[in-house]
């Protein structure tokens, strides 16, 4: 287990580092001095000069990726050139909005997605799996932004009941997080479907339905924990997606987080928050995926044993 | 694995006796997309849309209503008074584009790089599918977002962001099963009988990638057409003006109190497409390999 555990430590850091260097390259590669972009077409060359200075931008490429990634240890990424404080602060302020927008995101699709699931694969065909499965399928293949569109068209536009975007109010984390969630949803049902149908085959199902158990057991106590493990793991990559929807879904309902925190700064040419923004993802999905690893291990005894 | 992949013939018999009845979740969705390349290809001689085109007196007509020149706007007028309906049909041809071409660059090139992978081992194989892993590692639009700020908007551009955050996907199905076909005695048979490493990719591994490439490239295709619709909606694919559906889309949100249908048709169209792919995907999925997942 501790060589396992190494072994994944060790694969986290490779892809971190990966992706920060990936970043670090992109963001040198976009079209646009930021000291003009900042300052405006007014500037002086020594104004501009002075800035550049300030930030570091006139030392070497491969110093300023050296000091990135020394900095990026410690989560300083530099001062955001737009908002005028440290990038890490910036970071650290939107954090929370997304965290609980993919929480409870992932609420709702776990909360909903496992009894559709599991009621469709009790009656494999019957309707309900029909009717189940057409939405699982349309849920996956509709392009986020335009749900998001279309439910702020309903519940905002003509109904008057949802604030159409940002987050002062209560309510307003519903449409962002169903929007997010739904794609997702879709996932765990027709993972949690395959994976207890698959299940139900096993002989070892067939021995508890032969000795006289209650149907419910059957599936609640035999079935359904050995089903856990593959959905563990598909539902932790899957997470990273709920990561890049966020992305989007922010955007739509001008959700104060990462996402919308990217995409504005990647506009206003804001390289340290960029930079941060994208780290942090990554770190959030790569952590994710180290969690599910290890989940996987605690939920199957074998993958501990073999490894 | 390789007792998955085996059975060839027995896959192909069960093909043909399945022949006999008809497959209507393969025919709908697939006459769907048929109708799709049809309108796109032919729409623009049928319908008289200009980007450019302004017409303010007959701006936010709502679906159905006649325009001056006596014609029918099926879909409404958008906040410059052009016809819905065109712009939603130029747009067809603008996915289609950049999906189809999307994936030809992305399938050749990954499949290529699969199959040096799979049939080279070695480090060649190591530094590939790591390199795999630190790509799978960026949620795609994630990806496809940084990439696109750096390249900026344009048809081109758009499509080699969609086919670099979609070569991955090619490479890992190519290279698995390439590992799986590689060493059967079919395999070992010719070499036996001096065929050289091209002749053996050529006759023997790539014929065996046609059907799973083709099921991966249609879940693809779906995923791609969303992709081009969602950074063009935040800015970052096709520019502002030209009419992809995720650019109407996004210019119908500031109308969304007075013409929902600015933003809404588009949408309906896209969903409808995306819808039908996925299940025609699905379906080519349970045909022709059943143990392939896709993410």
Not at chain 2, 167 to 196: E, I, P, Y
Not at chain 2, 219 to 232: K, P
Request: net charge positive; aromatic share 8%; charged share 10%.
């Amino acid at each position: 287990m501790s060589g396992y555990l190494a072994h994944r430590l060790l694969s986290s850091f490779v892809v971190i580092l990966g992706a920060a260097t990936i970043i670090f390259v992109a963001i040198r590669a976009v079209p646009g001095d930021p000291a003009i972009v900042m300052l405006g077409p007014s500037a002086t060359p020594e104004q501009i000069a002075a800035l550049r200075s300030s930030y570091g931008l006139d030392q070497s490429v491969f110093s300023q990726y050296l000091q990135f990634l020394i900095r990026m240890v410690t989560f300083d990424f530099g001062p955001s050139f737009r908002l005028g404080m440290p990038a890490g602060q910036v970071i650290a302020n939107a954090l929370p909005a997304t965290a609980s927008l993919a929480f409870i995101s992932l609420c709702v699709a776990l909360v909903a997605g496992f009894p559709l699931g599991i009621v469709s694969a009790l009656r494999p065909n019957g309707w309900v799996d029909r009717v189940v499965s057409i939405f699982s399928m349309t849920g996956q293949a509709l392009p986020s932004f335009w749900v998001g569109i279309m439910l702020v068209l309903i519940f905002s536009r003509t109904l008057r009941i949802l604030p159409s975007g940002g987050a002062e109010s209560p309510g307003a984390i519903l449409m962002p997080a169903l929007t997010l969630a739904l794609p997702f949803l879709s996932v765990v049902v027709r993972l949690v479907r395959s994976g207890l149908l698959e299940v139900l085959g096993e002989g070892y199902v067939q021995t508890a339905r032969a000795k006289g158990l209650k149907e419910t057991r059957v599936v609640g106590r035999h079935a359904l924990r050995n089903m856990l493990i593959p959905v563990v793991t598909i539902v932790g990559l899957e997470l990273g997606g709920l990561l890049g929807g966020a992305v989007i879904v922010e955007t739509v309902f001008a959700w104060p987080g990462l996402g919308r925190l990217l995409i504005d700064s990647i506009a206003a040419r804001d390289y340290s928050v960029v930079q941060a923004c994208v780290v942090v993802l990554v770190l959030g999905f790569v952590l994710i995926n180290l969690v599910v690893d290890l989940l996987y291990g605690f939920l199957d005894p074998r993958v501990r044993v073999g490894s | 694995m390789k007792s998955a992949t085996a059975p060839v013939p027995a896959r192909a018999l069960s093909s043909i006796s399945a022949r006999s009845k008809i497959d209507l979740r393969l025919l709908v969705p697939g006459l769907i997309c048929v109708v799709y390349v049809v309108v796109a290809i032919i729409g623009p001689f049928l319908t008289r849309y200009d980007p450019v085109a302004t017409n303010t007196s007959q701006r936010l007509r709502p679906p159905f209503s006649e325009l001056r020149d006596g014609s029918i706007a099926l879909f409404g007028t958008d906040q410059v008074g052009r016809d819905l309906l065109g712009q939603v049909i130029a747009g067809a041809q603008i996915s289609l584009t950049v999906g189809f071409l999307t994936l030809v660059i992305a399938g050749i090139l990954g499949t290529a790089l699969g199959v040096l992978a799979g049939y080279r081992g070695g480090w060649v194989d190591t530094v590939l599918m790591r390199l795999a892993d630190i790509q799978l590692a960026f949620p795609s639009i994630l990806l496809a977002v940084l990439v696109a700020a750096v390249v900026g908007p344009s048809l081109l551009n758009i499509i080699l962001v969609l086919a670099f955050t979609r070569w991955v996907v090619f490479a890992r199905v190519a290279r698995a099963q390439t590992l799986a076909v590689k060493n059967r005695d079919f395999v070992s048979a010719s070499r036996t009988l001096g065929a050289g490493d091209w002749h053996i990719v050529r006759h023997c591994i790539l014929p065996a990638l046609v059907a799973p490439v083709l099921v991966v490239a249609t879940v693809q295709f779906g995923l791609v057409i969303v992709a081009e619709a969602s950074l063009s909606f935040l800015g970052l694919g096709m520019p502002a003006g030209t009419p992809s559906w995720g650019v109407s889309i996004a210019s119908g949100r500031n109308y969304l109190a007075t013409a929902w249908w600015i933003s809404t048709m588009p949408g309906l169209v896209l969903s409808a497409l995306v819808i039908a792919v996925g299940v025609l995907g699905d379906r080519l999925r349970d045909r022709f390999d059943p143990n392939l997942t896709t993410r």
